[in-house]
Structure formats: structure tokens, C-alpha cells
């Protein structure tokens, strides 16, 4: 196989990989923060993987060159920050951030008595040699549990994510968490790709078949960023996020000591939430979130979330959208409405989302709205 395609491939990533750098680091946003790890993520990631072009024209000198190995560390947490950024629009820079540094620090002093600290043969030698010897192979697999680690830390921030979403808003379209999660979907293919490469470099002698699992990643890699291109390009106001002071019910029920019995205030304020979202219909609001209801309500947002997410049991988002269902519902059996479409109807009962829509719509009655229609239609 020749080898230049991984050359060839190299050549594409560094330029998008340096053009998604520019575009996030100099786009105007709301969102700096997350935008500046993220373009930081991808000069880190575009030196990273410079040296399948660059090799061949010219030499480094070790040390450089062993340092751009390293800073490879740094990638999973400045994913991790900009995750954390990009969900919580209240994040801020903390010293314990500094904490991601570790990775780096920890894969520099491992290094650092045979390499760093060494005389100048002592580090051709290792780096001649650095799949065999028991640094590189250290290496690998501590690169392998920080990558993981990371992964899990952010399905575990973007679970936690979702259920601020569903406890606190009507309407989660809105937000950036379908993005997120198709990340960590696509950064968990990128890392069995990775994990399948690094393990070949610990059993394989075929510089062949190594070549091949590194030009097979690196098109994986080029596929990735091509798709946060088409990303960008399609939806520039994608990033949006929540507030860090958004508690969820789970904690709230924690701090306060909240047992599962509905008391008779409780039960009051129950049945006022009710007439009003009969009465005066705030769900028709395609933006209405938990403290927009509790205000309009005159009640206190912890107080509202305890009666709908625990009282209830039922998340604030499956709350409102039985009634905007319940609208529909009544919308697509009225003859008046035969002129609107589904599409009207949807954002005429607050949903701004057709996909969102759909699902909520089939998981209450079972089928389509389309297929309602009709059915009621027959009958």
C-alpha cells in the first residue's frame, strides 16, 4: 500500500483541522469560552498529527519532537472543558481546571529519566525504538485509560445534561444537546479505532498492516472534522446553554429532605398548576421553561419542580407536552382546522421541533399524527 495517502490524508486534516482553529477562535459568540477550547483542541490536534507530513521533509530535533507526541494528552480535557462550557453558560474559569494538566505532567516525568533528563544517544535510542521499550508501551496504555476516562466523564456530564433539560424546559430542540451526544457517539468510534491501532503497535511487527489501521484512522479523523464543518455550516447558532444554578429534582428532594406524600399544601398548589395550564394555556409557549411557569404562577421554581418532577412524577418536559398533545389532538379533530397542515398545528400547540413533535405525538397515542387524522377521519 502506498504510503503517501497517509501523507496525502495528513494534508487534508492539518488544513481543516487549522480552519476550524481560525473560525472558532475569531467568531463572534456569546460562547467565547467554549469556542476557545475547542480551537485550542484543534491546533493541539493539528500539531499532534503533523508528523505523518511533515516527516519526510524534514527533522526535528527529539526533543520538539517528542513534545508534540505529548501534548497529545491534553486533547480529552480540553474536550471535557469545552463540554462543560458549552452546556453551563455560567462556567468559569477555576483552579482546579488545572488539575487537566495532570495527563501531560504524568506522561513528561515518565519520560523524563530516559528521554528529558538523558544524554543525547540515550534519546535517539528511545525514540528510535519507542513501541518496544517499557515507556512507549507505559504510554500507550496510559493513553488509552485517560482517553476512556474522559469519554465516560462526558456521557456522564451530558446524562446529567439531559435531565436539567427535561426537568427545567418545554422544548430541548432548542439546545445543543443533540449535538453534544453525537459527538461522544463519533469520539467513541475515534477512540476504538485508536484503541485497535495502539494495540496492534504492542503484538504487530508488520509496518504494513500499521500503516494501513493509521491511514484508516486518519480518514476516520478527516470524516470528523468534515462533519463539524457541515455542522458549523448548517446550523451557525447551534451552541446555546443552560445556567449552572439549575438544580436537578434529585438534588432538590437530597438538600430538603423530601419524602414521597403529597400534603394537603401541596395538594392545593397541584390542583391551582392544573386549572391554570387548562385555563390559560402556557404550554401554547414554545419557549416556556420551568421558571417562566413558576413565576407566572407566583411560586417559588424549587417549589414548582418538587410538584411536577417529584409530586407528579413526571419530568417538566413530559408534563407540558401532554398538554400541547392533548391541543393537538383536539386541533386535528376539528373540522374547522381541515385547511392546516400538521406542520401548522405543531407550532400552533408550542412544539418548534417536527422530530420532537412526532415522538411525543406517537409515544401518547400510539401512532402518527398523520395516521390520527385519518383514523379519526373513518371513524
Same mark, same amino acid.
Given at each position: 500500500?502506498?504510503?503517501?495517502?497517509?501523507?496525502?490524508?495528513?494534508?487534508?486534516?492539518?488544513?481543516?483541522?487549522?480552519?476550524?482553529?481560525?473560525?472558532?477562535?475569531?467568531?463572534?459568540?456569546?460562547?467565547?469560552?467554549?469556542?476557545?477550547?475547542?480551537?485550542?483542541?484543534?491546533?493541539?490536534?493539528?500539531?499532534?498529527?503533523?508528523?505523518?507530513?511533515?516527516?519526510?521533509?524534514?527533522?526535528?530535533?527529539?526533543?520538539?519532537?517528542?513534545?508534540?507526541?505529548?501534548?497529545?494528552?491534553?486533547?480529552?480535557?480540553?474536550?471535557?472543558?469545552?463540554?462543560?462550557?458549552?452546556?453551563?453558560?455560567?462556567?468559569?474559569?477555576?483552579?482546579?481546571?488545572? $488539575?487537566?494538566? /495532570?495527563? =501531560? +505532567?504524568?506522561? %513528561?516525568? !515518565?519520560? &523524563?529519566?530516559?528521554?528529558?533528563?538523558?544524554?543525547? #544517544?540515550?534519546?535517539?535510542?528511545?525514540?528510535?525504538?519507542?513501541?518496544?521499550?517499557?515507556?512507549?508501551?507505559?504510554?500507550?496504555?496510559?493513553?488509552?485509560?485517560?482517553?476512556?476516562?474522559?469519554?465516560?466523564?462526558?456521557?456522564?456530564?451530558?446524562?446529567?445534561?439531559?435531565?436539567?433539560?427535561?426537568?427545567?424546559?418545554?422544548?430541548?430542540?432548542?439546545?445543543?444537546?443533540?449535538?453534544?451526544?453525537?459527538?461522544?457517539?463519533?469520539?467513541?468510534?475515534?477512540?476504538?479505532?485508536?484503541?485497535?491501532?495502539?494495540?496492534?503497535?504492542?503484538?504487530?511487527?508488520?509496518?504494513?498492516?500499521?500503516?494501513?489501521?493509521?491511514?484508516?484512522?486518519? $480518514?476516520?479523523? /478527516?470524516? =470528523? +472534522?468534515?462533519? %463539524?464543518? !457541515?455542522? &458549523?455550516?448548517?446550523?451557525?447558532?447551534?451552541?446555546? #446553554?443552560?445556567?449552572?444554578?439549575?438544580?436537578?429534582?434529585?438534588?432538590?428532594?437530597?438538600?430538603?429532605?423530601?419524602?414521597?406524600?403529597?400534603?394537603?399544601?401541596?395538594?392545593?398548589?397541584?390542583?391551582?398548576?392544573?386549572?391554570?395550564?387548562?385555563?390559560?394555556?402556557?404550554?401554547?409557549?414554545?419557549?416556556?421553561?420551568?421558571?417562566?411557569?413558576?413565576?407566572?404562577?407566583?411560586?417559588?421554581?424549587?417549589?414548582?419542580?418538587?410538584?411536577?418532577?417529584?409530586?407528579?412524577?413526571?419530568?417538566?418536559?413530559?408534563?407540558?407536552?401532554?398538554?400541547?398533545?392533548?391541543?393537538?389532538?383536539?386541533?386535528?379533530?376539528?373540522?374547522?382546522?381541515?385547511?392546516?397542515?400538521?406542520?401548522?398545528?405543531?407550532?400552533?400547540?408550542?412544539?418548534?421541533?417536527?422530530?420532537?413533535?412526532?415522538?411525543?405525538?406517537?409515544?401518547?397515542?400510539?401512532?402518527?399524527?398523520?395516521?390520527?387524522?385519518?383514523?379519526?377521519?373513518?371513524?
Amino acid at each position: 500500500m502506498d504510503f503517501s495517502i497517509l501523507g496525502i490524508t495528513t494534508i487534508f486534516i492539518l488544513f481543516i483541522s487549522l480552519l476550524l482553529a481560525l473560525f472558532v477562535l475569531t467568531v463572534k459568540t456569546s460562547n467565547k469560552k467554549a469556542n476557545t477550547f475547542l480551537g485550542i483542541y484543534f491546533l493541539i490536534f493539528a500539531i499532534h498529527i503533523s508528523v505523518f507530513f511533515y516527516s519526510k521533509y524534514i527533522t526535528l530535533p527529539v526533543v520538539l519532537e517528542m513534545l508534540r507526541d505529548h501534548i497529545a494528552f491534553f486533547t480529552s480535557p480540553l474536550l471535557f472543558l469545552y463540554l462543560l462550557a458549552s452546556i453551563y453558560s455560567d462556567f468559569r474559569y477555576k483552579h482546579k481546571y488545572l $488539575l487537566h494538566t /495532570l495527563p =501531560f +505532567l504524568i506522561q %513528561i516525568l !515518565l519520560f &523524563s529519566p530516559r528521554f528529558y533528563f538523558a544524554d543525547q #544517544n540515550t534519546r535517539d535510542f528511545l525514540l528510535k525504538n519507542l513501541n518496544t521499550t517499557i515507556e512507549g508501551k507505559l504510554s500507550i496504555i496510559f493513553g488509552l485509560l485517560v482517553a476512556f476516562f474522559y469519554l465516560v466523564a462526558m456521557f456522564v456530564e451530558l446524562k446529567k445534561y439531559k435531565q436539567l433539560l427535561l426537568e427545567n424546559y418545554s422544548n430541548k430542540s432548542a439546545f445543543n444537546y443533540k449535538w453534544l451526544y453525537q459527538l461522544l457517539i463519533i469520539l467513541s468510534i475515534i477512540f476504538s479505532f485508536s484503541f485497535f491501532k495502539q494495540a496492534y503497535k504492542f503484538y504487530g511487527t508488520n509496518i504494513e498492516i500499521l500503516n494501513t489501521l493509521r491511514i484508516m484512522l486518519t $480518514l476516520v479523523l /478527516l470524516g =470528523f +472534522l468534515t462533519w %463539524i464543518v !457541515l455542522k &458549523s455550516m448548517y446550523y451557525p447558532n447551534l451552541f446555546r #446553554n443552560i445556567n449552572t444554578k439549575h438544580i436537578s429534582i434529585k438534588g432538590i428532594v437530597k438538600e430538603n429532605n423530601i419524602v414521597h406524600i403529597v400534603n394537603k399544601n401541596a395538594k392545593d398548589d397541584i390542583n391551582r398548576l392544573l386549572i391554570f395550564m387548562k385555563k390559560e394555556e402556557p404550554y401554547l409557549d414554545a419557549t416556556l421553561t420551568l421558571q417562566k411557569l413558576a413565576e407566572q404562577l407566583g411560586l417559588p421554581n424549587r417549589t414548582l419542580s418538587v410538584l411536577i418532577n417529584h409530586n407528579l412524577n413526571q419530568r417538566f418536559f413530559d408534563f407540558i407536552n401532554q398538554f400541547r398533545i392533548e391541543k393537538a389532538k383536539k386541533m386535528l379533530l376539528n373540522s374547522n382546522n381541515a385547511k392546516l397542515t400538521i406542520q401548522q398545528i405543531m407550532y400552533d400547540v408550542g412544539f418548534n421541533s417536527k422530530s420532537s413533535f412526532y415522538t411525543a405525538f406517537k409515544k401518547e397515542t400510539g401512532v402518527t399524527p398523520s395516521e390520527y387524522k385519518k383514523r379519526s377521519h373513518i371513524e
